[in-house]
């Protein structure tokens, strides 16, 4: 079954960093596209960072120049390096992939980012 748990998050002052990680258990890692989700109070969840199995990464505006993705394929990881944190960044982050066209793994229970003075 395929599995995701997030770790990094916590209480941070805007311009702060912070380092997400996204450990995935029961898959072949390396064959999976992953995204970086979050989805803070009041709103929809939504897609903020995205790696192809290739490497290739993609992202929303917002966090262009500030969030890095990454992974190291030997660790089953996937990373989000958020740097010059925004209040506005503040949201319960969560990670997710899929095989190709194959499906996505189930939600789990994300890591908290607060950025807040």
């Known amino acids: 079954q395929v599995q995701f748990a997030e770790s990094g998050g916590g209480l941070v002052q805007p311009g702060g960093s912070l380092r997400l990680s996204c450990t995935a258990s029961?898959?072949?890692?390396?064959?999976?596209?992953m995204g970086w989700y979050r989805q803070a109070p009041g709103k929809q969840r939504g897609l903020v960072a995205f790696i192809t199995s290739g490497g290739t990464a993609t992202y929303i505006d917002s966090v262009k120049g500030r969030f890095t993705i990454s992974r190291d394929n030997a660790k089953n990881t996937v990373y989000l390096q958020m740097n010059s944190l925004k209040s506005e960044d503040t949201a319960v982050y969560y990670c997710?992939?899929?095989?190709?066209?194959?499906?996505?793994?189930?939600w789990g229970q994300g890591t908290q980012v607060t950025v807040s003075s």
């Open positions: 029961g898959i072949i890692f390396n064959i999976y596209h």
């Open positions: 997710n992939g899929h095989p190709g066209s194959g499906n996505f793994g189930s």
